[in-house]
């Protein structure tokens, strides 16, 4: 190996000429043994590009050992953000302390085994909170929020780390531009264990014309906290994905909270005027005042099959 | 004759496990009822799949597709046999490879699905492996001894240097004879014409006998073609049943339309297949149109719609969806292995995308036992992502050194044109194998692609 044209900013590389320099004298020779075993990918620069597992190298064709490991990591992270427990009690308090009244409902799935498999219990109310829902609705009116033209629906989905993380944040950076464009908001609206289409229950319960859910995303290995928001305008049980427009990769390092709300908000103003929203709601908010690749085509992306992980299957 | 005898309920109860039956109501209850019912369908004569559907004609377009479709001739040589007669057949030294190839018009994707259920893991490889399917654009795939990747170097915003530094880590692995393709994450033409045209620079530049694809809806390929985009591949996810396209907004006569916008570009140099599908089981049950037939049957039901469009490459993602319709890792190799040889068997240019999300059951063994397996059974193509970490799908899948773990365990060498790039640009030696990554300045050449 020649150390001509290498690039010194490559930490990989520096370790490994540095293993070679020292490597007749050094105290540790297994580790002398496992630089030469590596071959270091001469176009690491190119990371600073993108986050993918680019130039790892390779000790013949395989993955060295350290990149190994650190999948082995983002993995058990990942997996673990799909089992943490949807504290919905602290998410109250901190919406409560904005002055924001919440309801605490649950799915059908009462458990995460049965959610992951039984998405169509994910998809609608417990017993025992289709319920309490229709009681609230019953027992309140347009002060408590039936009614409204927003019903705010908040899920762990596949990720409470993600709602934990976001939907606070993103909450705050929503509510003024609603309520400067004059539209009334219902209380939030907490589910454990929902995927999307629980939304559609809620707010038909709630009586509201447009339903947004804020969604815990499936995680990645590089994003294991990534939030997913959907709207649905004329939200009833029974609504397809077709209806649906949807806003991925809201979390610091994704899609800002305050880029996300301005999106999301210009979406339920055009829905508003349309009177419908989905694939035919057509998204012509200028991509320059905007990150580029902001994933609001809507549902359109189902056809794809493989679309963005937050547009169909949460 | 009711439900309850009825072929759709057979081939239901016979199916291997799977989350997504028991999810729709189709699954056996036990494994007794299941080992059962696969007797029940050894016994079952082929030519009964020819009298009943297991989707109304009437009703259904693709069920349509498959019967008026049907080759009898080519069927003529198994048509005395059972279902479990045809497996013993497949097994046999008879069915070689021009046996195979001039059989599969004359099977019916039924038939492909029923068989594969009376086959152990061994039999789906083995018999997989005599299957030869080659298909050509820019360069060829599926020769015996070959074995491809689609480079996937796909990015959360779609920025263009962040796809080219995927793009060229993996062309330095060897990967992307099969295609270099991309799954925009915004669906918007003028974002997948920006994306088309880097890639054709690239191509183009370095004459990289390989094609490009950008994985959006048929309609916006159609668009991209009006606008004269340099699309190589025309994209399309599909499903086996009529309605389940329904739901995917396409049709048969869309993608007729959409393949023959394809050919007249006339940019495929050795080889005039122009598109690719991508399948995989649950989507019909996802998009409530499976018509209480199982998951897997309906797969192949996919096969015919693609069988019909003579597609350069047909992709089995077959742990995308997640574990509502194969919840763990045995169900996911269980899967591939089927996917992979009824899309063989069918004569179709079949690869698979291996891959697991994170709240299946899953890891990496399970990608490594089923790409393995995929390679042995001589699978056209797998993915080749960055790390196997997509991290704009967050989902994992293969990487471009599982890619040269496999050719370098089996002895498997890339399409022959874009090997003999890889060894003019010193990434390959003359026996096919990978060379020490050394200085590769081209690299970062390649880096200035569209500067």
Redesign the interface.
Known sequence: MKDTGRQAADPGYGKVREMRDTGRQTADPGKAREAQAVAQDPWSELRRHTDARIALGRCGVSLPVARWLEFRLAHAQARDAVRTFFDREYLIDRLKARGIACLNLASAADDLETFLARPDLGRRLSAASAAALEEYARTHGAEGGVGANVCLVVSNGLSARSIHDNAAPFIDELLPLLDRAGLSVSPAVLVQNGRVAVADEVAYGLRAELSVILVGERPGLSSPNSMGVYMTYAPKPGCTDEARNCISNVRPGGLEYAAAARKLCYLVQSAFACRYSGVRLKDDMPDTGLPSGLSTSGMNRIPGFRVSPACCKN | MGEKGSLRRLLAKASSPK?GD??AGTAAAGDEERILAQMELADTPLTRFLDECVVPYEEDEVTRLIIDTHDARAFEPVSGFTVGEFRDWLLSDNADAPALAALAPGLTPEMAAAVSKLMRAQDLVLAASKCVVVTAFRDTVGLPGRFSTRLQ???????P??????T??GL?YGSGDAVIGI?P????P??CLRLLHLLDLLITRHDIPTQSCV???VTNTLELIRRKAPVDLCF??IAGTEKANA????NLALLAESRDAALSLQRGTVGDNVMYF???QG?AL?ANAHHGVDQQTLECRAYAVARYFDPFLVNT?VG?????YL?NGKQIIRAGLEDHFCGKLLGLPMGA?ICY???ADA??DDMDILLTLLGAAGCTFVMGV???????????ST?F?DA??L??LLHRRPAPEFEAWLEKMGIHNAEGE?L??????Q??DM?RCGK
């Open positions: 989350s028991v999810l170097p796909n990015h959360p915003t779609d920025d240097a962040g796809i080219l530094a995927s060229i880590d330095f799954n994450a915004t669906d918007s003028e974002n994985l959006t809806h399309q996810s739901s995917f907004g396409i991508e399948t995989g989507s996802s993602v995308f969806i997640g574990p509502e919840y995308d999300t994170n709240h890891d990496q960055p790390g196997a970490d997509d991290i704009m799908l967050n989902y994992q990487s050194h040269a773990y050719r370098k990978l020490p990554p050394g200085d590769k300045p690299a970062l880096a």
